[in-house]
DNA sequence: CTGTTAGCGCCTTCAG
DNA sequence: CTGAAGGCGCTAACAG
């Protein structure tokens, strides 16, 4: 019914291995006989059964991607260049198929998604976003990775800590059977830091922190770096000016009204990232406070709309595109890992309209 | 080396076949072997070869999304529901996974990118976006469509036209084999005689058109609707009134300023999306021009940013969300097809801030 | 309910 | 450079 390989072998007059060769290019074939069997292929329009070779050839050509939720752009971003990568990839194995994994944030989701693309004999996965700080996920997730890595998969970490890199489930195991972790981190410290910094220049003294969710390292990084800066100049830090949420607008919003319930005097708010810095704007704006005359507002990340919205978003501008195309091409091989196996890309602050001197 | 089900087997004294069945769960086990073969795949961290039992059943569970561009919160939206939807196919064949394939909206990546979820053997495949409108690719795609649902595939298209539902390669084919398309379009041409229509009523007669690229479905759908806006109301639509371009932010504005050159008098612009709009206002801006008191805009899709633009930007909502979902649940069987095996979405008019009463 | 027996379609030594 | 043969790990009839 469905053409295989013996077939198009029969109508090129040559064997199954030929074809074979011809097809994946690894072996020396007769021009003429190529072309005999090129030609076979075209004719019956014979298409590579994938999970065959598969099997055969103990590897196949998906890689995955673990997002925390495609939908949003700073994840979209990331995995579209990482997926601009894997079909550039005509190197070994030629065209790579991006397996895109939705988390939701949920460390079980991740873990049954390992699972899953173990199960894929996957070439590759590259994990992005935050990670959970809960010490038995990262134990989990770890034991996962090196299973994954212990069965030739690749494995690149992007805008994530190192904490799984370092991990050594089992000793005994042979070294050379596991490839080693290779990890791409963004400098969410040093980025929050500069941030708070920035407005503590203007001003700012009373400086409220919308964080991400609790428990992920993401937020552990910002926050730290956040009070980093706050205590470089001595000023104080009550713990009812953090309030923790979710990336989204709504959560901006909901956290910038408990942020003012707790102390109205607030003259500035650093946001999770900008979707949350909007809804924050969006908060303040509600209540009749303008931004930034009356409170300076700053986001993270620097999407792409950030600077189109009202007044433009001081931001700290993470180098998503170069980050997810760089592990790309570690997850395909095709760029040789940094040294350590760690590089730590910059995070650079972004000012503009929506932060501005303390009026008062 | 690495544990097989013949080991998983052994260890729990049973046959293959046994711990096949109680894995696949698609044939009754006793429930004290099936107790032992789960302890024994958990002892041996067994886990399943996909190509393998993808060779042997014929079938595996993965489901291909084509997309023009995953970092557009359009692309991401629609293809993070379709995802959300296939984790939740826990019925027939389990969760399945989603693998994304950005076309950047080339025809031939299109057709690769079919051929190589064909090579998988793809349980099924979700084209959204714009079509190209040349008919030398439409009939490709459209023998490429109908091999993958000769081979059992689910072909579902989400956001495009039917062009390709209908088409018959070969007669002669048994018709059962081939498991018709579904398809689920938006009302493009709709919400944008209304968008059109709206400016018309708030006074405006020189309506200048950002469109989208040229030769696409959607972008030939969205104009005919402006156009027929306008024609209802006797109002003169001359070629010098649209640009095409891209749509992003970049494209907006270096259309707004071709329209703008051409016609120093418009009065509104309608763009090809939200954010080719918000490109369109920051060249108004920066020509001295406010939005919406010297000029109005308006958008299309009402991505999430739309509403948190400064003015909010007035547009079109499409039920991305819902279309993908929807998707999903179709290209794994778990909702019926529409009656005809097409369903059309509607758009919905977003007034908001940046359109408003013409100034003379 | 469970074991046995054949392949699924391809890759990969090993000869020639 | 090409052919023949064996097996990759699993599923799907058949028997029992």
Redesign the interface.
Known sequence: M?VTLADVAARAGVSAATVSRVLNGNYPVAAGTRGRVLRAVEEL?Y??????S??AAAS?D?VGILVN?????F???L???V??EL?GASGPGG?K??????TGGSPE?EL?YL???????AAGVVLTGSASEDPAHARALAAGLA?LSG?GTRVVLCGRPVQEAGAEPESGVEPESRAPLTALAFDNRGGAQRLTGHLIALGHRRIGCVAGPAGRTTTAERLAGHRAALAAHGIEDPPRRVVHGAYD?GSGYDAAVELLRRDSELTAVVAAND?AA?GV??ALRDRGLRVPEDVSVAGFDDL??SA????ALTTVRLPLAEAGARAGRLVTGREERPPGGLATLPAELMVRGSTSVRYP
């Open positions: 469905t329009e298409v590579v059964n994938g999970p065959a598969a099997l196949s998906l939720d495609i939908a949003d752009p994840f979209g971003i995995a579209g260049a997926q601009t079909s065209e198929l991006a397996v895109v994994c939705n989701r049954t699972t899953l693309l173990q199960r894929q004999r299973r069965a607008r979707t909007l704007c969006a792409p709309f189109d919205a009202a007044p």
